[in-house]
């Protein structure tokens, strides 16, 4: 299975100076955007990729002295709103947030979403990488993932998880299949229901996005018992990882920039060179890394081989789970 670090290596394999250089090219190479930019996330308001949407369009808006839109449009684990964009027109004034269950867990999980990710769309710009916590209500019992699945063994088909999309719903699946655990995993249309039942106790534990966990972590009302990236989060050095207990519990994903394949690529390169000019800036690189979001710049060509490596990697992962397409 490709780790985080491996798809990373690929998705980078653009130098820093070509980097540079896209966006250094000239500006009048595209005359975009000519008008109002629409910034569809296919996911509820409130979750990391809503948040994210709504830092760099802010950004691009200044930039570019246009105005930019997030538009909410949830459902059907992203489908809703990623095929609005897939029937918009192809000249970069609506935009995909495009993220790993999108354009990664979708092909694998899914035998129809509707659209192709690789045919589709061309993922145009990353903001960042980032992982998940396995997160519990704060007056739960359990202070470690062994106390947790202890307790499930005790208890099976007592205990439930929630999902609201693949970035949690994968990697309950696959807690699952590699403790060999009987538990419910409850399905969410968005992220506050699940959050919900979570402090209500009608659901016992959820995997989530470190950016979307950040402001449920602050609150007090939960706590995270491990992280799923490759090694223990800088923010947290005491919480083990995922990996310490299972090999291969390496869930890493992103957030970026997609638009339709079929866009001129003048376009496709001024957009890149707007997200990878927001991505460096100090003030938003801060904010992403507050978020426990990795900010990366990469180019059309780097954006190209990360998106296909994170295809590749989440399809084994997937696999391993145990997920069927449906």
Known sequence: MIGRRDALRAGLGATAGAVLAGQAAPARASAWPQRQVRIVVPFAAGGSSDICARIIGARMQGATGQTFVVENLPGGNGVVGTMAVNQAPADGHTLLLGATTTFSANPHTMKNPGYDAERDFALVGVFGITAGYLMVPAEAPWRSVQELIADIRARPGRLNSGWFNGSSRIPAALLKRVASLDFEEVAYRVIGNAITDLQNGQIQFVFIDMVAADAHLASGRFRALA??????????????????????????????????????????????????????????AARLREMSLEPVAMDLEACAAYGRAERIKWGGIIRRAGIEPE
């Open 227 to 284: 992280v799923t990236s490759a090694g223990r989060s800088p923010r947290f050095p005491d919480m083990p990882a995922m990996t310490e207990l299972y090999e291969g519990f390496e869930l890493g994903g992103y957030l970026g920039m997609g638009v339709r394949s079929a866009t001129p690529i003048p376009v496709q390169q001024a957009i890149n060179r707007q997200v990878v000019a927001a991505v460096q800036s100090p003030e938003i």
